[in-house]
């Protein structure tokens, strides 16, 4: 189908269409990523739109249950949702997406949410790497709650920053992770922390907790403090209350121009990184480098040339040679 066609039946809504148009940005087969990026060039304008939202935090913190009440009370306030649940562990197992659906049950029954689970997320840091273009995808779509879930296996946190507005991190009170070490991953990529399972006889746990990471984080945090609160996916305590956060913070980005110059930084970053890998890919193709690579290789394992110096000779004789 030609990019135009399916970009058509993408805005108006047609949910197929979208999900054939975010296997078409995660394939990387060439003739697909042509195709994508033509689609993406032509949805490009109608894109931008959404809060960007990840949802972080090790596997039973409780993060699908999470986003089904989240999403949810959002869908109760007018608002269309996606859902994009990203696990570096499906790739291997296969089993997620019927998970997520088992979880997400209030959510998948709703004709105003986008639920997709990626099938090849298995990179670095757990983000797939057509996770970017498929938050786009949806925004065209007209989703206004685009939310990621990712995994928390540390770089997934920077990846995921590396793609939404917001991130929110999910964590158990005395789930064995230091205090210490929490605070390190959150400093860098966390505007709000949820304590999760803030009932019953885990309630007082998940308080002590909250409490004590705000107090940690408000004395080492020194450009506004990260959010943190408990909450309850399941009995649904504090949920409101995270919608609400998120409509507020979504206005005062927007308003104070922080958004754009962090989906500038964010680009910025992507087009370093695509031009990497672009270059990667060429210098792989290019047959001096080929015939070079061995003998380099085994020069830096022994010890008897620099990476640097290798990679600096691979990369003259490259251009060298298209010159
Ligand atoms: P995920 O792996 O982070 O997506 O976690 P799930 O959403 O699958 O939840 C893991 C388990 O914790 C499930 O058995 C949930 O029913 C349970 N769970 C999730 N949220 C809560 C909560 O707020 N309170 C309690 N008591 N259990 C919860």
Redesign the pocket.
Known sequence: MPAAELGEQLRAGDRRALARAISLVESTRADHRAQAEALLSELLPFTGGSHRVALT??????????LDALGAQALLAGQRVAVLAIDPASAISGGSLL??AV?MQRLAASEHVFLRGSSNAATLGGTAPGTREAVLLCEAAGFELVLV?T?GVGQAEQAVRDICDTVLM?TLAGAGDEIQGLKRGLLEVADAVLV?????A?EPLALAFAQELAGALSLLRRDGATHVTA?????ERGVPELLSWLAARATTLRASGELMSRRQAQLERAFSASLSRELLLRVAQDERARALLPSLETAVKSGDLLPTAAARRLADAVFETSR
Not at 196 to 200: I, T, V
Not at 231 to 235: E, R
């Open positions: 935090g090790p596997p039973g913190a409780g993060k699908s249950t999470l998970g997520d979880r879930e995994v999910l999760n399972k803030a009932d019953g885990g909450v309850s996916a399941q009995t």
